[in-house]
């Protein structure tokens, strides 16, 4: 495969360790696909609100790391490969898909950061598995860090922070719902239900690590 003349200048990364590749090499080392770590093995849950939740990666280790640099400003260079991990643990159920959507950020959290990477990570999948993105939730309030919240407060925290983008139009469809990582899955299982209410067929959750 040739190799562009911005991977000379910028060598890639290794999406789990970090460390700098040949040029054309990609997107895991070699000592990284060594061990095991580029053939992801497809997570499943099922929730309340959601037919099932699936990620290639449990959310820990040298996954969880990923997830953290997927989330700085400077991660951006995980997306593709984050994306073509989650498009293929979606494989199975890429028929059901009408389109994508993802979990969006108040307004507070956007204009702080300038991106979304929950939207970035959505469209690519969606890109990936032929089928159409969109934005169909907003959030209406700032949740805070849910991670410093127990499994039943998360539930609590996060009811009633999504609603329904005006025009959105779900009815008889269904949906893939994109976050980066699912932990408890209150977020995905809250925006779910709005989906559903608002009249979805069906809800599927995906993410690039999901929590054991």
């Given at each position: 495969m040739p190799v562009s003349f911005g991977e000379i200048l910028w060598p890639p990364r290794c999406f789990f360790c970090d460390e700098v590749m040949k040029?054309?090499?990609?997107?895991v080392c070699a000592s990284c696909r060594e061990k095991g770590l580029a053939e992801g093995k497809t997570r499943?849950?099922?929730?309340?609100?959601?037919?099932?939740?699936?990620?290639?990666?449990?959310?820990r280790d040298e996954a969880a790391e990923a997830v953290v640099r997927?989330?700085?400003?400077?991660?951006?260079?995980?997306?593709?490969?984050?994306?073509?991990?989650?498009?293929?643990?979606?494989?199975?159920?890429?028929?059901?898909?009408?389109?994508?959507t993802w979990i969006p950020l108040d307004l507070k959290r956007r204009l702080a950061r300038g991106f979304n990477r929950s939207e970035e990570l959505a469209r690519l999948v969606a890109a990936r598995l032929g089928i159409p993105a969109e934005g169909l939730l907003e959030k209406t309030r700032s949740t805070g860090k849910q991670g410093l919240l127990s499994e039943e407060e998360r539930k609590a925290n996060v009811f009633g922070a999504f609603r329904m983008k005006?025009?959105?139009?779900v009815r008889g469809k269904t949906v893939l719902l994109v976050d980066d990582v699912i932990t408890t899955g209150a977020t995905v299982s809250e925006a779910a239900r709005v989906l559903l209410t608002a009249g979805a067929a069906?809800?599927?959750a995906a993410s690039l690590a999901m929590r054991d």
């Open positions: 040029a054309g090499e990609g997107p499943t849950r099922r929730g309340e609100f959601y037919a099932s939740a699936r990620a290639p990666f449990s959310y997927l989330k700085r400003p400077d991660g951006a260079y995980l997306l593709k490969p984050a994306a073509d991990f989650i498009a293929g643990a979606c494989e199975e159920e890429k028929e059901e898909y009408a389109l994508a005006k025009r959105a139009d069906k809800v599927y």
